[in-house]
């Protein structure tokens, strides 16, 4: 899964794609998909573009949030957590530190 979002969220030219692994620290998921973009047209084009290839390989999200607002779009796959995020709203939220034990593998394509 995290391959399918990474490459989706690269072919929209986010930046900083990071997988973070969350197995261990925290029971809600297993992997943290983050990644920044320059505007919020950006944000949601992406976060469409995770959707639309995630639905191609038949999986959906379970929630989704901050899409109207698209400065912090969260996309909940259950295993994996994509966020999508403004690069202001990424440094204020601070999610690689906040998480600072969690494994940082950065996407490369």
């Known amino acids: 899964m995290t391959k399918v979002i990474c490459e989706a969220a690269s072919d929209k030219k986010a930046r900083d794609i990071v997988v973070m692994d969350m197995q261990g620290l925290t029971s809600s998921t297993d992997y943290f998909v983050i990644c920044s973009a320059n505007t ?64 940082l593998t950065p996407y490369e394509d």
Do not use: C
Not at 75 to 96: I, K, P, T
């Open 40 to 103: 919020a047209t950006q944000v949601r084009a992406i976060a469409d573009n995770v959707e639309e290839e995630m639905d191609k390989a038949g999986i959906s999200f379970d929630h989704k949030e901050g899409y109207r607002e698209g400065e912090w779009v969260l996309m909940d796959y259950g295993d994996v957590v994509v966020h999508v995020f403004m690069q202001e709203a990424r440094e204020y939220y601070a999610l690689e530190h906040l998480w600072g034990d969690a494994e």
